[in-house]
Nanobody, 115 residues
């Protein structure tokens, strides 16, 4: 069972990145999928969540209007589109899948926003 994030990298302020989280060993269809992030020296914080059917998404206040979470259950993948990136968005971004008491985490992908 794995969640593998990709798409991170170095981007200038104001730029965009699209993160992907590919699941293997299980089907995300029934899972609530989320993104979290952890900046250096800070605790991990919740970024966004999307319901299993994909009908509802919610975001942390500082990400609203800039980030969009989506999912493609057929591809067993979740995405995080990040626009208007700021230096304070620099962090390791983690994918999370939860179904009842079952929970999986990815290994994270580094996003660095810097000029």
């Amino acid at each position: 069972v794995q969640l593998v994030e990709s798409g991170g990298g170095l981007v200038q302020p104001g730029g965009s990145l699209r993160l992907s989280c590919a699941a293997s060993g299980f089907t995300i269809r029934s899972y609530v999928m989320s993104w979290y992030r952890q900046a250096p020296g800070k605790e991990r914080e919740w970024v966004a969540v999307i319901t299993s059917a994909g009908g509802t998404a919610n975001y942390a206040d500082s990400m609203k209007g800039r980030f969009t979470i989506s999912r493609d259950n057929a591809k067993n993948t979740v995405y995080l589109q990040m626009n208007s990136l700021k230096p304070e968005d620099t962090a390791v971004y983690y994918c999370n899948g939860q179904w009842g008491r079952i929970e999986y985490w990815g290994q994270g992908t580094q996003v660095t926003v810097s000029s």
